[in-house]
């Protein structure tokens, strides 16, 4: 079993950064995948990106490459999301999840967190 709970979101405006944090209880954290995904009101869920357990694997949504970073410390058991050049559309609730590998697909995460919502002003 796996508990995730995001922090570190929050109301900025265009072109500002934040860095969202998901802690992780359970001694099995660094043997899970991890992803990112968000949801903005009225629309589906939509991945954003994802680390593998050894770190060696990352994937980036296009809607957000160049922008927004994956990172993952084990000795924490915490995943980070390092958001920059935040814009409008970058508005959602942002969720953690928990996966036996590295994938863009939400169905085979197996643990979520409660989400937190990130607004992004024009």
């Known amino acids: ?3 995730l709970v995001e922090s570190g979101g929050g109301l900025v405006q265009a072109g500002g ?3 969202l944090s998901c ?12 992803g990112w995904f968000r949801q903005a009101p009225g629309k ?3 991945f954003v990106a994802t680390i593998s357990w050894s770190g060696g694997n ?3 949504a296009d809607s ?3 922008r927004f970073t994956i990172s993952r410390s084990d000795a924490k058991n915490t995943v980070y999301l390092q958001m920059n050049s935040l814009k409008p559309e970058d508005t959602a609730v942002y ?3 928990a996966a036996p590998r590295a994938t863009i697909e ?7 967190g409660q989400g937190t919502q990130v607004t992004v002003s024009s």
């Not at 802690?23 to 991890?34: D, E, K, P, V």
């Open 44 to 46: 589906e869920r939509q």
């Open 106 to 112: 939400s169905p085979e995460y197996n643990y979520w």
């Open 58 to 60: 990352i994937y980036i």
């Open 23 to 34: 802690a992780a209880s359970g001694r099995t954290f660094s043997s899970y995948a991890m």
């Open 17 to 19: 950064s934040l860095r």
């Open 1 to 3: 079993q796996v508990q």
């Open 95 to 97: 969720y953690c999840a």
């Open 64 to 66: 957000v490459k160049g």
